[in-house]
C-alpha cells in the first residue's frame, strides 16, 4: 500500500477516532478543523484513549508515544497538500459536506483520493463537485473507529477502479473488514439499523417499555452488545435525526420518517453522551441514569 499520510477533516468523535486508528496503524495523521478548542479536545481524548489502553496492557507505553507522535493537528486545510488520502469526517449536513469538499478540491495533490465518511449522503452527489470524481470515494467507519472492525466502501457512479482499491487497502490496512455498497441513502448497515433505533424511540414515546427495558430487550434477546438507545447516546441523537431525515427524503418509504421524539431531543439539547444527556443521563462517576425529562412523558 502506497498510503502513508491521511488527512482527516473535522476534529468531532468520529474525525478523532479514525485519526487515532490511522496513526495506530503507523501512519502519518493529520487532525483538521476550524476550531483550535475542537483540535485540543481531541488531542486530550485521543492521549486518554491510549493512556487507558497502556494501563491495561493492551499496547506498549513506547507504542502510545509512538502514536502520539504520528499525529499533526491543524487549523488550516491547505496541510492537505501532500496527503495520499483526504477523508472528511463531519456533520451529517450536505451543504456543509460539498462546501468542504471544494476547499479540498482548491490543495489537494492531484493523485491524492478524497473520501467522505458519510453515513447516509450520496457519494455520487458529493462527488459531483470535483473536476476528477473519479478519485472520490466513501469510507464511511463505524463507532468507535479504534475499535469498530467494519467500514463500508461506496462506490459513487463516477467513482474510479483506482480509488476503490485504494480505499479498500486503507481499510483492510486499518484492521477493517471491508463490504462493497451501492450508492443508495443509508447504504448497506443504515438501511438495516435506522428502522430499529426509530422504532425504539416510538417504544419510548407511546410507553409501551422503559427505556432499561428496551436496551435490556435487545442485549439479552437478541444478543446486542448495547440497546439501541443507548446505541444513539452513543452515535449522537443529532446524527441520527440527521441519517433519517437523508434517508425519508430520499426513500420516500415511512418506515424512516424520524420519530417526533427524535427532533424533540435534539431541540431540548439531549444530544446524547457527547452532551452528558440524552436516553440517559451520563453521570462524572461513569454512570447513567435514565433522562428524567423523557420518564415524565411516560
Not at 60 to 81: F, G, N, P, W
Not at 251 to 276: E, H, N, T
Amino acid at each position: 500500500m502506497n498510503v502513508k499520510k491521511v488527512f482527516v477533516v473535522g476534529a468531532g468523535f468520529m474525525g478523532s477516532g479514525i485519526v487515532e486508528n490511522v496513526a495506530a496503524k503507523g501512519l502519518q495523521a493529520v487532525a483538521y478543523d476550524i476550531s483550535q478548542a475542537q483540535l485540543d479536545k481531541s488531542k486530550k481524548g485521543i492521549t486518554k484513549n491510549l493512556e487507558r489502553l497502556a494501563a491495561k496492557g493492551k499496547i506498549q507505553e513506547s507504542d502510545k508515544d509512538a502514536t502520539l507522535s504520528r499525529i499533526e493537528y491543524v487549523t488550516d486545510i491547505s496541510a492537505c497538500k501532500d496527503a495520499d488520502v483526504v477523508i472528511e469526517a463531519v456533520a451529517e449536513n450536505k451543504d456543509l459536506k460539498i462546501s468542504i469538499m471544494r476547499e479540498i478540491e482548491k490543495y489537494a495533490k492531484e493523485e491524492a483520493v478524497i473520501a467522505s465518511n458519510t453515513s447516509s449522503i450520496s457519494i455520487t452527489s458529493l462527488g459531483s463537485v470535483f473536476k476528477n470524481p473519479e478519485r472520490f470515494v466513501g469510507m464511511h467507519f463505524f463507532s468507535p473507529v479504534p475499535r469498530m472492525p467494519l467500514m463500508e466502501i461506496v462506490r459513487g457512479y463516477q467513482t474510479g477502479d483506482e480509488a476503490l482499491s485504494i480505499a479498500k487497502d486503507l481499510g483492510e490496512f486499518l484492521g477493517k473488514a471491508c463490504i462493497i455498497a451501492k450508492d443508495e441513502a443509508g447504504f448497506i448497515v443504515n438501511r438495516m439499523l435506522l428502522p430499529m433505533l426509530n422504532e425504539a424511540c416510538f417504544l419510548v414515546e407511546r410507553g409501551i417499555g422503559t427505556i432499561e427495558e428496551i436496551d435490556t430487550g435487545c442485549k439479552m434477546g437478541l444478543n446486542h452488545p448495547m440497546g439501541p438507545l443507548e446505541l444513539m447516546d452513543m452515535i449522537g441523537i443529532d446524527v441520527e435525526l440527521a441519517v433519517m431525515e437523508v434517508l425519508h427524503e430520499e426513500i420516500g418509504d415511512p418506515k424512516y420518517r424520524p420519530a417526533v421524539s427524535l427532533r424533540r431531543m435534539v431541540d431540548s439539547g439531549f444530544l446524547g453522551k457527547k452532551a452528558g444527556i440524552g436516553f440517559y443521563v451520563y453521570h462524572e462517576d461513569g454512570t447513567k441514569t435514565p433522562n428524567p425529562k423523557l420518564l415524565k412523558l411516560r
